[in-house]
């Protein structure tokens, strides 16, 4: 690539936007050049509007950006966003319709029929839906999202065993407080303690597993069933999670791990910049995958499955694992730039 | 009751044994008065022998008391098991040999279908097995055990609702790390993570479960199946569990959320000193039970369910909460205890 | 006494609140018959306005009482006041001037020189300022204040010591999340980490001690110098802090412990119902106090010292721990009040 | 550097052998090719004989390599020791003895006369013991320590403050669990709890911080007095401590400020491949710094200084933070030796 692409972030000062930041400013392709946020911000250097909150500091050539307003038009043609779904309501068609490509982690859309609920490895082929939306929303631009950080951790250890005919599937989360924002949960619930409810989770998770599987650009769902279970643990990033699968077939303890362990996707095949390589790693470790030791693997952007073992009730059970802000939030994003961007469609 | 029943404690230093001096040295029936452990804090005073790690402190009177080996014949007839398992295999059979009811919380003989695995609210009657126990094993005392902690919770919870026809459990725990003992889980392993493993945790959930719903005192197990996932969280004390459940007949959810509000059992009946009335505390709150607001409810007899819902795959689906060191250990042989009192068996 | 006496509590929902609510729902001489909260709650049962968070449940007979509005002259002549500073600066006064006897955990008067800043164990003569207070303020009622949460267990510490002549002390405080109320810290910035400031805390610490330990009212100062370094902990319930004194005379490291085991204060002479007796425990075990073993002492109300010992470069130091929610607030008001009663001047 | 100089590792197998074998695996100077351990360990391959506890997975090439044990000769001529006290007291002066220059972080020599306690940044010129170290000790090889975890960082903070004459110190630390290895501190102590007491670190705390500041190669103490009050608190990774110094020259907030931030060292001229630049961090946020947020800058190698601000007992006080198991213990130990071999002694 002989120049780098310039691409801008909406709400780039909250917890999500500084993800994209961290991560664009170190990004082989992308040069991030524009950030917008909230007209609090406007006009205002980006290290005195954005309270830094990750544990890497602030990429120095980004402290004496000047925050933008989010205005379509603006910025560069690629935008990520950043925004909360209320937001995201409002601005993302409005800078889709004025010709950005915008590349969105927040939940409004998702489930939009004309609108592609990517995962790389997983659906790759979704981006079709693209050519509709562009008609019938009447955009010069387009809108890809990422799914629900809870939701691409269950998908992608889903996938590669559609193979097997996935009838149902029972999941139960342990969510890192990350996964709520800042402030977010505050410490007196969660500190010595669970929350055995988020709100909204559950459902997001059993439908965008269904789009994100299905066919027809995932506007025919999976014919499956999922159940979630959703809970808040004190954790302050990676999301695990126990599943029990029901399948057609009756695959041995070893064929699904066979089949988690050499899957590889679309992102592997192009050598997407920060696609990881295995996408899933499975673990023969008794005890693991952990938050702590396993969520940063593949730079954060790996799911991890351990503990393959047959489910007395259904088939075959797991423990899945996922970084919430990486691999379910921003790196989300920007693996779906680097896709379209290696399919010519960006 | 004109005089207290004097009683023992086996491995009284250890921490379910401080949680059995705790209780029993507050209890209107039973006068705590011979503390046995290893051979290490024989002849100490109970003060110096145990290094006291509760929260409430330690008994005044409990304090001078000198420990005693664990010598079969020398303590009172009624004793509470704490040992370890290892301890327990050789030394719970020589004391109830020797003529002592043994109330033990040990995990060497719940599965043996001459020993009750009891939970007084659920299977009361499995002490029919006593005659057949003093017969083929020749003891002139007995030996009555508790389930694992988690066990209980799980069982408590589906003990109401048999009534519909249980045909399958799948259950997913967030396990508090006082069940794992003392010094039990490092700081390094737990702090701000998960560990998706406890050794022997899932078997002992698939199988205690159905011999205490099962019939003919347990030795013909209850015809379901369980499928467990039992995970470690940084929480001190209080299991929490997702529970999704199968049933036979297609209850609705409010049958099922009355089935547990009105469900008594013997100990209730009989207004057992330490019985929480009722025993299962059903709530409505969308984000409860959580275990540092709802463990110690019931002085930590009674079980919190909350979230009962529809299941999409199974029929229904709820969590449940207990207080692992209380219910599901030292309270749980107490509340035994009571019942072969009131029951004129002890 | 006869009859129970009618108290109110200002600010009745949030969560120190909810302390007073609990504590004086079980109290002998005080009947919690008033909840008056912002206008928000006005109306409601206290069931639906308060969201409780306390890990004991709500008493029973509170849940249907109906919250009023913060209105003087509408509750009984006693009311407590939880509110925070914001709305203290304004309704404290009022309800004073109104003839109601105001007994205050806000910040707001504590360095008025009219007004008491009591810890009865420690300056119960301070009451003598009420006298002075009515006049120059014109107040038909008064107003009492306790301090800081951190303040009170290191004052407590130090009242025994005067017979040695402090000259300066510096504290390093390790304080609990409870501290800042809810939603208070938020789970991000202290899961599995230290904040080393805690905004106008020192500042309190070093300026109300002087206070409290002056003569003449608490209006001529205690003149030593105190130094303080504030930090947020981890930690539910229980602020430890760590204290270093230089002394006029050089006490042995048993007088200074012998001076803080045998101290008895005026609560402790009149017996009082919630004071703790002893005041302060003095403990030999090594590695104590710590909060979640020994917050809870004295039903919340004991200060505890331990690892008393030379300090190379002062003259003693020691670790100091008391519960913030209960005798750093809400039980520190409730003291004041029965103080009062006692004394004749509620 | 044409060629890497070959090392090894004494006691790879356990936590902070572990944080040697990480960093000396990316090392631009060395190459670890000899890995020894207890004899239990001895033949193994290390993937296999060290439970990997760092959330870095294990260097892919150091997996199959073979463990050692502990004989002096085996190894090449320069070695870590990661050994506990225990084992250092014997194997590390046999190492020493047959020719190799050892690197320590045990304590068992740092307060030998012979032995240099070095912080490269602090007292590079105490390396000129090893001449009579040689001499008296009738070592063919030499002995060179590093202070312990809580020292290192208080005494990098007190260093570039020597010029205004250090009289005394009061510090109070906050310690996290990391520091106490593997499986160290017990999960029930530490949760949601502060334990004031870590034997052994106030001695060392106040004895090492006077032999590294000192003159004739650590032989004449510094003159000042140090107090040390040392805490576990719930945090993995980073000590954070409260520091108060008396002066004798009175120097303004902003002239400490200054000292510290324009401070470097020997490593920072030579500069060394693992020494920071600059070597302390200051930062002006008022709630900084934070384990969580800074214990990792300098790739965990900076010293870290917030909140400098008058004292009002001694004469200026901070908060200061490091690293305790890479600045605190193997990164110390490493610099030590890229310091010995910048000038010519390894």
């Known amino acids: 690539m002989t120049r780098k692409i310039e691409v801008g972030v909406l709400g780039a000062t909250g917890m999500v936007g500084q993800q994209f930041i961290a991560r664009l400013a170190r990004h082989p392709w992308f040069d991030v050049t524009w950030f917008a946020a909230s007209e609090r911000s406007e006009g205002k250097p980006y290290a005195s509007a954005a ?32 925004l909360d779904a209320a937001a995201a309501d409002q ?5 889709a319709a004025a010709g950005h490509v915008v590349l969105s982690n927040a939940r409004s859309f998702r489930m939009d029929p004309l609108v592609p609920l990517l995962i790389p490895e997983v659906n790759a082929d979704h981006l079709c839906v693209l050519a509709d939306q562009k008609k019938q929303k009447a955009w010069t631009g ?10 691409i951790v269950l ?41 055995p409810f988020i709100g909204g989770e559950e459902e997001k998770m059993e439908s965008e597993t269904l789009k994100i599987l299905g066919s027809n650009g995932g506007r025919t769902p999976y014919p499956a069933v999922v159940s979630a279970h959703t809970n808040r643990v004190p954790v302050i990033d990676g999301h695990t999670m126990t599943v029990s699968i029901a399948f057609e077939s009756a695959p041995e303890t070893g064929e699904v791990a066979e089949a988690l362990r050499t899957f590889r996707g679309r992102p592997q095949e192009l050598n997407l910049p920060t696609a990881p390589d295995p996408p899933i790693l499975v673990t023969d470790q008794p005890n693991r995958p952990q938050p702590r030791l396993d969520a940063e693997l593949g730079d954060g952007m ?5 503990r393959i073992r047959a489910c007395p ?3 075959t059970k797991f423990v899945a694992l996922g970084h919430n802000t990486i691999r379910g939030a921003a790196g989300a994003s920007i693996l779906n730039a680097e896709l379209m961007q290696a399919e010519g469609i960006l």
């Open 51 to 82: 309270p830094w909150r990750l544990s890497t500091p602030m990429p120095e050539a980004c402290r004496r950006v000047t925050v933008d307003a989010c205005v379509p038009g603006r910025g560069p043609k690629v935008v990520f966003s950043a």
């Open 91 to 95: 601005i993302e068609p409005q800078f």
């Open 142 to 151: 387009a809108l890809v999202t990422n799914p629900n950080c809870s939701t």
């Open 155 to 195: 998908t992608s250890a889903l996938a590669p065993l559609r193979q097997f005919g996935i009838r149902s599937v029972i999941v139960s989360t342990m969510q890192a407080v990350s996964g709520a924002g800042y402030p977010g949960v505050p410490s007196l619930d969660i500190l010595g303690n669970v929350v």
């Open 302 to 306: 790996a799911i991890s499955v351990g």
């Open 313 to 315: 009730v259904l088939s």
